[in-house]
Structure formats: structure tokens, C-alpha cells
Nanobody, 125 residues
Framework: QVQLVESGGGSVQVGGSLRLSCAASGLWYEPACMTWFRQAPGKERTGVAS???????TYADSVSGRFSISKDNAKNTLYLQMNSLKPEDTAMYYC???????????????????WGQGTQVTVSS
């Protein structure tokens, strides 16, 4: 079975950086899309960065220029480098994957059927 395990979350001050990791196992082949989502308390889960199998990427406007998604295929691990962190970046961050990627659902949780358990990121001023 597919397992996605996130790590790397923690507490950081405004302007700091964190790198999240998502280790994938049980995959039949490389997913068409792997994406990072986040969910703050009382808010909907939203996509922040997506990477397609051809290595093209898409970012939410709120993180563009600050976050960078990448993947180490040899390690089956997806990363999210987060720089210039802001208090509004505070959330639980989830990794998701799908074998059937739809362009219109790249940053929508409706487009993914494999999810990790999440890792908490807290940014304080």
C-alpha cells in the first residue's frame, strides 16, 4: 500500500526557513503529481506547491517566490523548502499524491487519493 510520511516541521521565527520531507513507499510507479497542502485551524486545506512527473511545478500565489518544491527520485522523497516564513504560513502541512493528475485540480485536495499524516509548522513573530 502507498504510504506518505512527512517530517521536518517545527517552530521557527518570522523570516526563518524550514525544509519539509515526504518519504513515499509502496508506489507502483512515480505518481503523475505530488503536492504539498496545508491546513490552518478553522480553515480549508489548500494546495501550496505541486510537482508533476515531468518536473514542472505550480505554486499558490501566497507562497510563490518563497517556497520551492523538489523531488529526489532515488530516495522517493518529495521536499518543500520554505523560506521567508510568515505567521500566516502556520499550519499542518500534508503531502499528497495521485497517479491521475488533472491540470484543473493540481492544487485542489479533490485531485489526490494518497495522503500523509501531516507535519506541523508554526511561525512566530
Amino acid at each position: 500500500q502507498v504510504q506518505l510520511v512527512e517530517s521536518g516541521g517545527g517552530s521557527v521565527q518570522v523570516g526563518g526557513s524550514l525544509r519539509l520531507s515526504c518519504a513515499a513507499s509502496g508506489l507502483w510507479y512515480e505518481p503523475a503529481c505530488m503536492t504539498w497542502f496545508r491546513q490552518a485551524p478553522g480553515k480549508e486545506r489548500t494546495g501550496v506547491a505541486s510537482r508533476r512527473v515531468d518536473a514542472t511545478t505550480t505554486y499558490a500565489d501566497s507562497v510563490s517566490g518563497r517556497f520551492s518544491i523538489s523531488k529526489d527520485n532515488a530516495k522517493n522523497t518529495l521536499y518543500l523548502q520554505m523560506n521567508s516564513l510568515k505567521p500566516e504560513d502556520t499550519a499542518m502541512y500534508y503531502c499528497a499524491a495521485t497517479y491521475n493528475c488533472r491540470h484543473d485540480l493540481l492544487l485542489s485536495d479533490r485531485g489526490y487519493n494518497y495522503w500523509g499524516q501531516g507535519t506541523q509548522v508554526t511561525v512566530s513573530s
